[in-house]
């Protein structure tokens, strides 16, 4: 167990965790129970605490972090999404996991300047309501704080939780941009070709005197059946995996997923986040999974460090979403990169535009907005993330039109 530099930790979470644990008939939790309570625990996990520091000079950041050009892109897909729907009078886009909000203020920016110029977009505008789904009550206020002007003046954003959205309301978009891979993950370890279950103990303090409870791996029996189910859904052989394979199973994922489809009644469930096929997921040669943790923008594997002071992720199965998807009744309508997306969407147009001036005191500007548009379609960073829509009851005569950012793609 690495050494965990002083005051780096939640203390009053590890002892919360650790009574929990001490609770448990076996004295131990889930991996999924860990990090369910390290990242989302209502008072003291980082996402709800002022902990989670999102950004440029925080632990992580995402796309919108680079500029308005993510977001404003997202706006012009999300307005071919409600064109292809007939123009419906009502157009909900929900947000899921927002983050600050940053998404949010760049696609309503947008497209309230396209409302003042051209009327097309003008009927989007009234036609649209901008739902925000979060759990963590300081990123709430921040996400009001930057969208002031949107819901207290003119109304077009609300807050709720997806149990408080009715079942098929939506017509519309439910989207997300970096929230599957954060959602609590079971660890698996395979040992002489036996499927087993990562749990978390508590173990001894080295310093007793400091009175603060570390916690430790325990391997046991999976603690559902549902374990083995999705590797056997998945395809995966055991027998093919070596000795001290370690990975990941993201069941949270499939209920996430259960619960936005039941929302929607008729349009798009538009899903963004860095994952691979079940095919790489899985792959021999993985050995240690895909969990990383954040901090300070710094990465590492070790979720036990800096309780409740960085953020922990695990790549995406996007073969599971799709599958789980048509059990929903959800249509796979493609999925594809996040540069190419944008690039479709007109990312590349937007590089040539703004990549000329001749006023010098701009030439810094111009700079920036380059670097930060080349992050976008970077394939080996931002670039090669994952894009995936699904989508329901969408018009049979525009079926065959493609949305333009799955126009280009690899998959």
């Known amino acids: ?46 996402y709800a605490t002022n902990a989670v520091q999102i950004g440029i000079q925080g632990d992580f950041f995402t796309a919108p972090h680079l500029g308005p050009d993510f977001g404003e892109l997202l706006a012009e897909q999300f307005f ?45 505008w009234t036609a649209l309501e901008y739902i925000i789904v979060e759990k963590a009550a300081a990123l709430i206020a921040e996400q009001k704080h930057h969208l002031q002007a949107f819901w207290e003046e003119i109304h077009k954003v609300k807050w709720l939780t997806l149990a408080e959205i009715p079942p098929s309301s939506i017509t519309g978009c439910l989207f997300s941009n970096e929230l599957v891979d954060a959602l609590p993950i079971h660890q698996i370890v395979i040992k002489e070709r036996e499927l087993l279950e990562i749990y978390v103990q508590t173990g001894k303090t080295p310093d007793v005197a400091a009175e603060q409870p570390i916690f430790q791996e325990q391997h046991g029996q999976p603690s559902t059946p549902e374990l083995a189910a999705y590797l056997d859904w998945m395809e995966i052989d055991l027998t093919q995996l070596p000795e ?15 619960e936005a489809a039941k929302k929607l009644k008729q349009g798009y469930l538009l899903t963004i986040d860095y994952g691979y096929s079940a095919e790489k997921y899985y ?79 701009q030439l810094s500007d111009v700079l920036r907005r380059r670097d930060a548009i080349h992050s ?19 018009n049979t005569h525009q079926q065959k039109q493609e949305l333009k950012g799955l126009q280009a793609r690899l998959i």
């Open 1 to 46: 167990m690495p050494n965990i530099e002083p005051d780096t930790h939640n203390a009053t979470l590890c002892q919360l965790i650790a009574q929990r644990i001490s609770e448990q008939p076996q004295q131990r939790i889930t991996f999924a129970d860990y990090m369910d309570w390290v990242l989302y625990e209502p008072e003291q996990g980082y």
């Open 80 to 124: 071919q999404m409600w064109q292809y729907l007939d123009g419906p009078s009502s157009f909900t886009l929900v947000e899921m996991g927002a983050g600050q909000g940053l998404i949010a203020i760049d696609v309503l920016r947008h497209l309230q300047r396209c409302a003042a110029v051209d009327t097309n977009y003008a009927d989007f």
């Open 244 to 258: 001290g394979y370690r990975s990941e199973i993201n069941l949270a994922a499939l209920d996430w997923l259960s």
């Open 283 to 361: 792959n021999p040669a993985r050995q240690q999974g895909t969990l990383q943790c954040y901090r300070h923008h710094a990465s590492h594997g070790d979720p036990y460090q800096y309780v409740g002071r960085q953020d922990i992720t695990s790549h995406v199965n996007f073969t599971a979403l799709e599958r789980h998807g048509e059990t929903l009744e959800l249509e796979n309508l493609g999925r594809t990169q996040q540069g190419l997306f944008l690039m479709a969407l007109g990312l590349g147009n937007r590089l040539v535009t703004n990549n000329n001036t001749a006023d010098l005191t």
């Open 376 to 394: 976008l379609m970077n394939p080996l960073g931002l670039g090669g993330f994952q894009v995936l829509i699904q989508g329901r009851d969408i």
